[in-house]
């Protein structure tokens, strides 16, 4: 699976932005799909996922009521809709999938593919 990140860019606080993840190669309904972010000199960490058909999501508790993780399994895309954006919230964003179960989702290392990053960057 490729998984191409897009939708970055500067943003002043308190606005929003849409990021997408397309995949090609292989249909996402087989995976678990999440979103990361790494700020410099930070660590990579979870920000939200989604379950293989939609219903289910996880969000770290610094993004919810904020942000909304959705997919489109017809268009094999995934969404990150950022809203009230936080100068914290700047940092590479990441996609990624996983084949496993929803309950591990939090867990950078038990995902197979990774797209390349899209940069959010906040401004105060």
């Known amino acids: 699976v490729q998984l191409q990140a897009s939708g970055g860019g500067l943003v002043q606080a308190g606005g929003s932005l849409r990021l997408s993840c397309a995949a090609s190669?292989?249909?996402?309904?087989?995976?678990?799909m999440g979103w990361f972010r790494q700020a410099p000199g930070q660590e990579r960490d979870f920000v939200a996922a989604?379950?293989?058909?939609?219903?289910?999501?996880d969000y770290t508790d610094s993004v919810k009521g904020r942000f909304t993780i959705s997919r489109d399994n017809a268009k094999n895309t995934v969404y990150l809709q950022m809203s009230s954006l936080k100068p914290e919230d700047t940092a590479v964003y990441y996609c990624?999938?996983?084949?496993?179960?929803?309950?591990?989702?939090?867990?950078?290392?038990?995902?197979?593919?990774w797209g390349q990053g899209t940069l959010v960057t906040v401004s105060s």
């Open positions: 989604i379950g293989r058909r939609g219903i289910t999501t």
């Open positions: 990624a999938a996983d084949s496993g179960r929803f309950a591990n989702a939090p867990s950078s290392s038990r995902y197979d593919y």
């Open positions: 190669g292989r249909t996402l309904t087989g995976y678990v």
